[in-house]
């Protein structure tokens, strides 16, 4: 799922897709990051999963209308002639990946590629993509100030064991959502910050109180498949003290793991808290979304497509009137003080996409500048025209984000502390298993029972000896 360029949510994690091609399918591999450096004729494409039109149209046309003129003047300037054509593809996320995987594993390709962040381990281990350092010399940088701009947390979305691969384009953030005016009814604050799960239960069970208000909403259950395991499952997982992977092993059958299904089971079950119905439910996330914009549902766990998206009084798809005056946010706090990754007080989850360089390209510091020129601060103000959206820069985030407070929180307050998901190929079959541990608990399997067949379909993934506990 990619992320940053548009608003098409998945599992609620935005998705977009760029690359640029004009490797001309050579097959010799780059040995100098200084390759062809002073060609003054350069040939370069641009492809994209955008097409005028028709899917993410605004992006292909930023591309038509502001990238290619734009990037062609500015090197003319240089006295380079460059040369750069649009190869506009319209598809679903998978194929797009196929596309350029093949292109990539026969040694042609793009020169840049955007891909979605979750791939970046994935192209590595294959030896599609290099580290930027290795492609285009040391010390990027130095070669590019917009770095500084990005934020490191965020720097993760293109980083794999420790390397970054490319320059990150978007990003999002998880945080909770409750309705202020049900808060107060229910005699809570509406300035409210919880410091633990507890506090969150303790707000919920107040909740509950109020006639024809469900009270909570985590997604749990394989229905709703990847926002399960983002709104839910990974979040909860960090505010335990350790990601779904660390040290290259995948998490089983932990204490944070029970902690997390105990926390389903008290929701779903003993104290049901939240509504079981939209768990199960096909389209139970539009459901909750539903309920929440019509002031029935107290708190819930998203991303910030919630606020832009779904509940936007102005064109949103469940359309909250009172969206600015009702609507609060808050931080995910780990279990309790200080038990979240890192030592964190609070923890969050991110999706996201940047742009890597095709190792083999022929011309590496060419589309290294083509790279940083779609990524500078003019450049992606240009593509998000009206639209207010979180960047990976600061800089701009700063600016297009001023008037709206929801997204200048979390550019500010969640980014800097937030986590991504592992960028390996096992990581959609892991996040079924765990999809399903809370589909078995919500539904009243055991935690026991729920985390025991989870591990158990993990070391079948994974391998038992990838797996800690």
Not at 120 to 127: L, P, R, S
Not at 174 to 182: A, E
Request: with cysteine; proline share 4%.
């Amino acid at each position: 799922m990619m992320h940053g360029k548009h608003l098409v949510a998945v599992g609620g994690v935005l998705t977009a897709s760029l690359v640029l091609a004009g490797c001309g399918g050579t097959k010799a591999a780059v040995s100098n990051a200084q390759l062809n450096a002073g060609a003054k004729q350069v040939t370069l494409t641009i492809t994209a999963n955008a097409i005028s039109g028709g899917k993410n149209a605004q992006e292909a046309d930023w591309i038509t209308k502001y990238v290619i003129p734009q990037f062609e003047a500015a090197q003319k300037k240089k006295g380079v002639d460059a040369k750069v054509t649009f190869d506009p593809n319209g598809v679903d996320d998978a194929p797009y990946k196929t596309k350029i995987s093949l292109a990539l594993n026969t040694g042609g390709g793009a020169d840049v590629i955007s891909i979605d962040g979750i791939w970046v381990g994935e192209f590595a281990d294959a030896g599609y993509i290099k580290p930027l350092n290795t492609v285009v010399g040391k010390d990027v940088a130095a070669k590019w100030s917009g770095l500084s701009q990005i934020n490191p947390a965020v720097q993760q979305v293109m980083t794999y064991k420790n390397q970054l691969y490319g320059i990150p384009d978007g990003t999002d953030g998880r945080v909770i959502y409750f309705n202020k005016n049900l808060f107060k009814q229910a005699g809570l604050p509406t300035d409210w910050q919880p410091q633990s799960w507890s506090d969150i239960i303790s707000a919920a069970q107040k909740l509950k109180s109020l006639p024809g208000v469900t009270p909570l909403q985590i997604n749990a259950g394989s229905a709703m498949g990847e926002a399960t395991t983002m709104q839910g499952i990974l979040p909860l997982l960090v505010g335990t003290g350790s990601p779904i992977f660390k040290n290259d092993k995948w998490q089983g059958d932990s204490a944070g793991l029970t902690s997390t299904l105990d926390l389903y089971a008290k929701i779903y079950g003993a104290d049901k808290l939240g509504d079981l119905q939209w768990q199960q439910a096909a389209n139970g996330r539009d459901q909750s979304f539903a309920a929440f914009a019509k002031n029935k549902l107290g708190i819930i766990i998203e991303s910030d497509y919630l606020w832009r998206s779904v509940i936007n009084p102005s064109n949103g798809t469940a359309p909250m009137a009172n969206r600015d005056t009702a609507v609060g946010w808050a931080k995910i706090p780990a279990e309790t003080a200080g038990t979240g990754v890192n030592g964190q007080n609070f923890v969050s989850m991110s999706g996201g996409s940047g742009e890597v360089l095709n190792p083999k390209t022929k011309y590496p510091q060419q589309a290294f500048e083509l790279m940083t020129f779609m990524n500078s601060a003019a450049a992606v103000k240009a593509r998000l025209g009206n639209t207010p959206q979180i960047t990976a820069r600061d800089d701009v985030n700063s600016q297009v984000l001023a008037s709206d407070p929801l997204l200048s929180y979390i550019a500010k307050d969640v980014l800097p502390i937030t986590i991504y998901r592992p960028s390996l190929s096992d990581y959609t079959k892991v996040s079924t298993a765990l999809q399903n541990a809370t589909d078995s608990v919500v539904n009243g399997t055991s935690v026991a029972n729920a985390a025991t067949t989870y591990q158990k379909t993990l070391e079948g993934i994974v391998g038992a000896g990838n797996v800690f506990k």
